[in-house]
């Protein structure tokens, strides 16, 4: 099956050999996003739900690219380098996402790249 790569102008580039997205099908792969700013390419500033809104910004905006929404997202993966702040991070979900919510596991790491504190990444089907 061929793949093609999704781009957004609205979404950080990629920092690797890797498309911020992948479709497949009808499903669609999201690379992670963390909360870099997408115009200057820099962690943004403030707490751990700052980073969240960004990094679910930046996947809103790679959905979009592909033809979809954040409706259409089945599986997201959450990455913190503190479990301790997942409930901040859960209340910032959240305000993305509507039921029957994404299937979802939420990992505590090591660390993350450019030391951000939060990454998320997920899978779409399109209909």
């Keep these: 099956m061929p793949r093609t790569a999704i781009h957004s102008e609205q979404a950080p580039a990629a920092i690797g050999p890797y498309s911020q997205a992948t479709r497949a099908g009808n499903l669609v792969f999201f690379s992670g996003q963390i909360p870099l700013d997408p115009a200057s390419g820099e962690l943004v500033a403030g707490g751990i739900e700052a980073q969240a809104r960004r990094a679910f910004d930046n996947l809103k905006a790679v959905c979009e690219a592909a033809g ?58 399109l209909g």
């Design 68 to 125: 979809g929404s954040m409706d259409d997202i089945v599986r997201v993966g959450l990455y913190l380098t503190d479990l301790s702040q997942f409930a901040s991070v859960n209340a910032v979900m959240g305000e993305y996402f509507a039921q029957p919510y994404p299937a979802r596991s939420t990992i505590e790491v090591s660390a993350l790249p450019k030391a951000a504190a939060f990454e998320v990444d997920a899978v779409m089907v």
